[in-house]
């Protein structure tokens, strides 16, 4: 093909932009010196060979593999080279792009001996695994139990005669089964087994345990261990070695049980704490904190791809005497600007759910353990609902591009098989939903008893009145309106929650009735989160917000957000009485004026994100909008273009072909 000038399609639809763009970039990125290192970060990576990325979808598992690793020990020398800070070595992951073992080292391992290490034991393991001397994982979910923590069949058994742990597999289902970095590359783990004094169950705990030799990294006597296999997508996720591990009687000193929770003394007696002992899941709170953080970027990448191809792709009609750019068509806005919305609503609210989750650790350490429920709550249930919609949200952004977004060469397929175990790990979404629904339910059962809900359940105190506000929308532009949008959002949750502490109720048995009512539970906590999420896009808009017409496309993407949620679940808004089928086709209306001032905007929406070319890994999604030219190019690099006859041509291929002409002679 003829080498083509470059040129970049997108620059009519950058020029229509009415907002400054710059500055949004730094709402984006959360400040100007968040904003700094990432741009620096993301272009360090992109101008380093080592980091491609573009030929995952065909390297064999083990190639794949070693090239992950290779990419992180580069990564580490890069780090170490440009003393990098902890905030701009994380953000050099991240723009690496490839599940690697490193996620778990830094996003478990160390976190867990810090929240449930005693000082000495953040002491003495700490200083070891920031400098990488040992490699770690979270060995928790067994073959046979994941959700359920408390069924974990691992054993630590005391041996007081020698002041050591015995850890064992004592069946097929106790097993570690999944945790990532564990099969290949990890030398320690934090296990959770059962602890065991002097034949009393006292439940799980955390022991760091070593797996494999400093010295040659073989297993340690009496460790079985190895990768569970390929899992969903060619790249993907097989970057990560997912493994299993089995132990026949290993010992460990007494001391390398974590002991913040709880304590085993040398005589072997079992001491509880003062903390609270649901300390032993804050590991999990500190990760599905920053999962939800980590959805606004996976949902704006996917976001971007399909607005900037949207925007270059033209079918049918006639404009300016080209065909439409599909971006124009009505059906194609209403299925991407309510994902362009949730991308910045997600970014807003995993900020704030960041200081939230800052908040409880100060708190914490001063001993104050009241928001604890709270944060778990808020945790869990938008982990659960920001990863739920981005994945179905990267598969919408597939079928917005056609059929080229089906090829691997759009970033997306990847990107989907990549997310998509965010809705399993770290809690299955529906099991976190009902640990939500569990929180409502104790929180209005309490209410009666003067008991004043507090965070994001404070609208509880108004229950009264929101059980029969109506809505304050006479004309469409009251649709426009946060106050009345926030306090219609708050009447849902509180009508269903409601309905369904009601229906409890006249269950005997409560567990009863979470069995029976579950899927009715899990939509009550849905509509709790929605407004968590709805309420602080709104209150992101009342901060100072700097930047010419940056407020007015950030007011425009919140109605979006919460009216196409309003549109979604119009059957819970009208069941409840809290809109009338009127004010919902009002509704209706201003989503299609809103989707309009968005319209000229979309590309510079999408442009703040401020992603390389080579982080988006999509030629659907470049930044030129030079697609065609590229993807004919991809197409050629594919391995099967090698040769111009192809393997196998002579065995199997010939034969059936002579074979068919004969049969046409005949
Ligand atoms: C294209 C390339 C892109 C590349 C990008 C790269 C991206 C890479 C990203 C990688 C990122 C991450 C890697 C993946 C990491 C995954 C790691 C894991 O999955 S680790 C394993 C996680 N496992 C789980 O999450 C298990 C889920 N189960 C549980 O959390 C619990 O068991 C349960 C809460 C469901 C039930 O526990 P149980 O004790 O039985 O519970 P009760 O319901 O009876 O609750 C008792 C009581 O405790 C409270 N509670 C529960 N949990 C917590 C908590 N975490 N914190 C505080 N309190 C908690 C609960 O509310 C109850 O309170 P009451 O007052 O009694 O009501
Ligand atoms: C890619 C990936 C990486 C992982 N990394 C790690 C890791 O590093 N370390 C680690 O320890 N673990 C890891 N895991 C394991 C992960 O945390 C568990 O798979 C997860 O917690 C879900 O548990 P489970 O597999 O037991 O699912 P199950 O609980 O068996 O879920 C099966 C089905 O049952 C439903 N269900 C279960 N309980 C209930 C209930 N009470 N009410 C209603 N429905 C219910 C679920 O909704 C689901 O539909 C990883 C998993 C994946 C996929």
Redo the contacts with the bound molecule.
């Keep these: 093909m003829e080498a083509e000038a470059a040129v970049d399609y997108l620059v009519d639809e950058r020029s229509k932009a009415q907002f400054d763009i710059d500055a949004m970039k730094i709402i984006w990125a959360g400040g100007k010196h968040e904003f700094e290192v990432s741009d620096r970060m993301a272009r360090l990576v992109a101008s380093d060979p080592v980091f491609r990325k573009d030929n995952r979808a065909i390297l064999d598992r083990k190639e794949l593999f070693k090239n992950t690793l290779r990419k992180a020990a580069h990564a580490w020398k890069r780090i170490i080279e440009l003393r990098l800070s902890e905030q701009e070595a994380s953000k050099l992951r ?1 723009f690496v ?3 690697a073992y490193t ?2 080292h830094w ?2 391992f160390i976190p867990v001996i810090k929240g449930q290490g005693t000082e000495e034991q953040r002491k003495k393991w700490l200083p070891m695994a920031y400098r990488m001397q040992i490699i770690g994982c ?1 060995a ?2 067994e073959l046979g139990h ?5 069924g974990l069949e691992t054993t630590a058994t005391f041996d007081p005669e020698l002041d050591e742990f015995v850890i064992h597999s004592p069946t097929l289902t106790s097993s570690k089964w ?3 970095g564990l099969g290949r590359a990890s030398t320690h783990a934090v296990v959770f087994a059962r602890l065991i004094t002097d034949g009393k169950d006292h439940g799980i705990n955390g022991f760091i345990v070593q797996l494999r030799s400093l010295d040659d990294h073989l297993p340690l006597p009496g460790i079985i261990i190895g990768d569970i296999g390929m899992k969903f997508g060619n790249g ?1 996720y097989n970057t990560m070695d997912n493994g299993f591990l089995r132990f026949d009687h290993v010992r460990i000193p007494r001391d390398q049980m974590l002991m913040r929770v709880k304590q085993v003394t040398r005589e072997g007696k079992v001491v509880q704490s003062d903390v ?1 002992w ?1 300390l032993l ?2 590991t ?2 500190y ?1 599905r904190q920053t ?1 939800v953080a ?1 959805a606004s970027c ?1 949902l704006s990448r996917a976001v971007c791809i399909a607005t900037r191809y949207s925007a270059v792709r033209r079918q049918f009609g006639s404009q300016n005497g080209h065909e439409t750019q599909v971006i124009d068509y009505r059906t194609q806005q209403s299925r991407l600007f309510p994902l362009l919305a949730s991308a910045y609503a997600f970014r807003f609210v995993g900020e704030w759910l960041k200081w939230l989750y800052m908040d409880v650790t100060q708190r914490l350490q001063a001993r104050d353990f009241s928001t ?2 709270e ?3 808020c ?2 249930g938008l982990k659960s609902l920001t990863t739920s919609v981005t994945a179905d949200a990267i598969e919408e952004c597939r079928k917005l591009c056609g059929g080229h977004g089906y090829l691997c060469s759009s ?1 997306l397929p ?2 989907f098989a ?2 998509v175990p ?1 809705c399993t ?4 979404n529906i ?2 939903l009902l ?1 939500v629904a ?2 409502l339910m ?1 929180t209005v059962s309490q209410l009666g008893s003067g008991e004043r809900p507090v965070g994001t359940t404070t609208y509880l105190l108004r229950l009264e009145h929101l059980l029969q506000c109506p809505c304050d929308v006479q004309g469409a532009e009251d649709w426009l309106k946060p106050d009345v949008v926030v306090q219609l959002f708050e009447a849902r949750s509180a009508r269903m929650t409601v309905a369904c502490a009601k229906s409890l109720s006249k269950f005997s048995k409560p567990e009863d009735g979470f069995m029976d009512l579950s899927a009715d539970l899990v939509s009550v906590a849905t509509a709790h989160c929605q407004l968590i999420v709805v309420s602080k896009f709104v209150e992101k808009l009342q901060q100072d917000i700097p930047g010419e017409g940056v407020k007015q496309q950030l007011e425009a993407l919140c109605s979006i957000y919460a009216l196409s949620l309003l549109k979604k679940h119009l059957g819970d808004f009208l069941s409840t009485s809290c809109i009338t089928s009127k004010q919902a086709s009002l509704a209706n209306d201003v989503l299609r004026s809103l989707y309009s001032q968005v319209r000229p905007n979309a590309i510079a929406l999408v442009d703040a994100f401020n992603y390389t070319d080579h982080f988006l ?1 999509s030629v659907l999604g470049r930044y030129d909008g030079n697609v065609y030219p590229k993807l004919y190019e991809e197409a050629l690099k594919d391995p099967l273009n090698e040769s111009v006859v192809p393997d196998g041509y002579h065995e199997y291929l010939q034969p059936v072909l002579k074979q068919r002409l004969r049969t046409a002679r005949l």
């Design positions: 991240f792009d490839e599940p996620d778990l996003g478990m979270y928790q979910t994941g959700s359920n923590v408390q999944w945790p990532g993907a609270p649901q899941y804050g999990m709170v990760v999962i980590d996976a604890l429920p944060a778990h709550a945790t869990a970033g990847e990107l990549v997310y965010a790990y770290e809690g299955d099991v976190l640990q569990r929180f104790k890994g």
